[in-house]
């Protein structure tokens, strides 16, 4: 069979650093070892300088989303396309169940969207808008489907948001069948209020979003999903956490051996509300959901990264472009599709500002970017892990390259970057996903729709 050898590089793993050649066969790591002798017909790749690390894994992209009238600017092509670029191997999308239809329909809807165009592999969350008649029985369904992990909404009402008993009977739903259940924790109840109180006011400028948005309605949200987690006796996992306010919840539930997780966004950790107050109607470029934040709270979710607090960085992925799609909320911040940029640098800024600044080591950026979502999203080990049987998603890193962001060179679809004129040390020189090379040098290599449907395993890391 066809192999590959990844000869003199340093490979590193959430647990260790060690000098070793990996050798491909096929689609999978057949042997990790110093030394490892290459037969003939062997293909070898030089890594001497840079790390071998897993394939990243964004387990929160939205590619290809409808929003207000509008749809997401990637789709799975191009989407998968510009996070290969970024070291990206793995996502986890979301369907989204229509009110009244069944959560069937919704996967259904999605994996059509993926299949053809997909470049990488790709699982699916499901959110569930309703659960009808049949909606819990609908979730174990789901579950032997490989949809391991349920979204619900405590925002948005009226569009996406659920009610407590709905959010409660869900969860210990998931107490049987071993699904996990991802909160958007936001009280969408007063945030709504404060939002009618601002237009009624006048104030319709992009600021207002983050305004009427404050970090106490996440922080109660967050309480709120974990206190019903815990009466329900499972885990829960709280996404794109924005604030310090929220943090200082899962915490407080960690430190009492709560099995709650969370994830924050390069977003919340570079970025503030400033961001918003660019004239022009250029703040509208930073208008997603939980807003950006005060500056003082950036540090703060550093700090969670590092002591575990928080466990996973995903990018949440929603691009619109500034020019004929953010631009439809000119004259009213409610009327601005949320969403940002990002599926393509995760890697490029969590190493840079993470390891490179000295925030965290190599092992925890591997395992905050890549082996702890394949953990608690039910991929690991053929996800996140670089061992013999593992599937061959690993990224060749140069950790001396010098690449400064922008949507000039960026392969988003999206005509802006949140993160414009960066400049950061560190980036993937060639990618391989399940054996192949789909990216090397900055050229891709790989072909939309060889991404393959991830069917993802009940009771995963949130479990053990
Ligand atoms: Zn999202």
């Avoid at 997603?288 to 700090?303: A, S």
């Avoid at 631009?327 to 940002?340: A, R, S, Y």
Wanted: charged fraction near 25%; proline fraction near 5%; hydrophobic fraction near 40%.
């Amino acid at each position: 069979m066809a192999a590959t050898l990844i000869r003199n590089g340093t490979v590193v793993t959430a647990r260790e650093t060690v000098k070793a050649d990996v050798l491909i066969e096929g689609e999978a790591i057949k042997e990790v070892r110093p030394g490892i002798p290459a037969a003939s017909g062997d293909k070898v790749l030089d890594a001497t300088g840079m790390w071998v690390i897993p394939g990243g894994i964004d387990a929160h992209t939205h590619l290809d989303m409808p929003f207000g009238g509008t749809t997401s600017a990637d789709d799975f092509e191009t989407g998968t396309r510009a996070a290969a670029f970024g070291g990206t191997t793995s996502i986890v999308d979301f369907a989204i169940q229509a009110r009244g239809t069944r959560m069937r329909d919704a996967l259904d809807t999605w994996l059509k969207k993926a299949e053809g165009r997909a470049c990488i592999d790709y699982g699916l969350h499901m959110i569930v808008t309703d659960l009808g008649a049949s909606g819990l029985e609908d979730m174990d369904e789901l579950v032997d489907e490989g949809v391991a992990s349920f979204k619900l909404f405590m925002a948005y009402p009226n569009v996406l948001m659920v009610d407590d008993a709905t959010i409660f009977k869900a969860l210990s739903r998931t107490a049987r069948n071993g699904a996990l259940i991802c909160m958007h924790a936001e009280n969408g109840s007063v945030i709504d209020v404060m939002i009618a109180r601002a237009l009624a006011e006048g104030k319709t400028a992009p600021v207002y979003h983050a305004l009427t948005r404050p970090p106490l309605a996440e922080a109660e949200a967050v309480h709120r999903a974990i206190a019903m987690a815990e009466i329900a006796g499972t885990p829960v996992y709280i996404v794109h956490l924005s604030s310090e306010d929220a943090l200082n919840q899962v915490r407080e539930a960690r430190d009492r051996g709560v099995p709650a997780f969370a994830e924050t966004c390069p977003q919340y950790l570079l970025l503030s509300i400033e961001e918003l107050e660019r004239p022009n109607f250029e703040g509208a470029k930073y208008v997603f959901t939980p807003p950006l934040r005060p500056k003082h709270h950036l540090p703060k979710l550093w700090d969670g990264l590092k002591h575990d607090h928080l466990q996973v960085v995903s990018t949440d992925h929603c691009p619109f472009c500034f020019a004929d799609q953010k631009i439809l909320g000119k004259d009213d911040f409610t009327k601005i599709p949320n969403g940002g940029p990002g599926i393509e640098n995760r890697l490029q800024l969590m190493y840079h500002y993470g390891v490179n600044a000295g925030n965290f080591s190599l092992n925890r950026f591997v395992e905050l970017t890549s082996t702890t979502p394949a953990r608690i999203f039910g991929m690991y080990p053929k996800k996140g892990e670089i061992a013999p049987g593992s599937d061959a998603d690993l990224v060749i890193w140069d950790p001396a390259s010098v690449y400064t962001i922008s949507s000039k060179t960026h392969h988003m679809r999206v005509d802006y970057s949140m993160f414009e004129g960066y400049e950061v040390r560190g980036n993937a020189r060639t990618v391989f996903s399940r054996g192949e090379v789909i990216v090397d040098g900055g050229e891709f290599h790989g072909k939309p729709g060889r991404g393959n449907y991830l069917k993802r395993a009940a009771r995963g890391g949130a479990w053990k």
